[in-house]
């Protein structure tokens, strides 16, 4: 079944670089937690339902170009300087467990280089790395971590090779290997919301350029209102000049039926706007 995005049409006809939107947003329901609780012994992750980024020179992005993604997209690496690991951004993901111990850690990864490289931090320390080589297409990738007491705790994963991609976090405390596509997502507790800049063809999104921002509702998507996304690229290094017709697409991961945020497309008034549009 197909992803469907919103998406609203705009043009500055290279009259200046806009560097940020507003987007009004209706809250609905309530996050049930702040953070994914492995009480029952097992977690499964959509790798776009984070907490948090922590970028660095190379930056992560959210993203659904690669084929058989499962969930909303994914997360992958953009990279703008080489070498230094201390230079890759991480995806962050609050965890908790009442049994604390040894947890098994699967990821759902892509790489396009033929190896995948990553870190994984607990509380911003490295506790395992992976470099494994692979083919195409996603595949699982093994890890573990120790959760030392009953306190939340900042999974990290940090992507450590150009356009590495993260899809799904399984953890779990049992010999449960996962494959193909893994176990079903747990309930989410809150919800992302996802901003990205597109290049347009007939007034239809086509492909992302380098601008991502993002919100949860844990701390910031918190009440009907509207809410201020950075559309700056998301390196220096990149220079758009916004001299075609663009479109900003959101989607959303995570919520369910009674915990979502809702955008409302505009009509398409051809006197005061360009039209909304679906990305699929």
Not at 4 to 24: C, E, H, N
Not at 151 to 159: F, N
Not at 223 to 237: E, G, L, R
């Amino acid at each position: 079944m197909p992803t469907i995005r919103l998406a609203q049409m705009f043009d500055v006809k290279g009259t200046f670089v806009p560097t940020r939107v507003s987007v009004y947003l209706k809250r609905v329901g309530s996050n049930t937690a702040n953070d994914f609780s492995l009480d029952k012994g097992s977690i499964v992750i959509d790798a776009s339902n984070f907490a948090s980024i922590t970028q660095q020179d190379n930056k992560i992005v959210f993203d659904d170009r690669i084929s058989d993604f499962t969930g909303n997209g994914f997360m992958q690496l953009k990279e703008f300087v080489s070498s230094a690991a201390t230079n890759y951004a991480s995806v962050n993901y609050n965890i908790e467990t009442a049994a604390t111990g040894k947890y098994n850690l699967y990821l759902r990864g892509h790489t396009d280089t033929g190896t995948f490289q990553a870190s994984v931090l607990l509380d911003g320390i490295v506790v395992d790395t992976i470099n494994e080589s692979a083919g195409a297409g996603w595949r699982w990738f093994t890890s573990s971590l120790v959760l030392p007491d009953p306190d939340e705790h900042v999974l990290g994963i940090r992507l450590e090779d150009n356009n590495n991609a993260l899809d799904k976090v399984y953890i779990n405390r049992n010999s449960d290997n996962p494959s193909g596509t893994g176990p079903a997502l747990s309930v989410s507790p809150y919800v992302n919301v996802h901003v990205q800049i597109y290049e347009t063809k007939k007034q239809v999104p086509t492909d992302p350029l380098l601008i991502y921002d993002w919100k949860t509702t844990k701390n910031e998507v918190i009440a009907d209102d509207w809410y201020y996304f950075n559309i700056k690229p998301i390196s220096s290094t990149v220079s758009i000049n916004f001299t075609s017709t663009y479109a900003i697409v959101l989607s959303a991961t995570g919520g369910d039926n009674t915990n979502f945020v809702i955008w409302e497309l505009v009509d398409n008034d051809e006197y005061a706007i360009l039209p909304s549009a679906i990305r699929v």
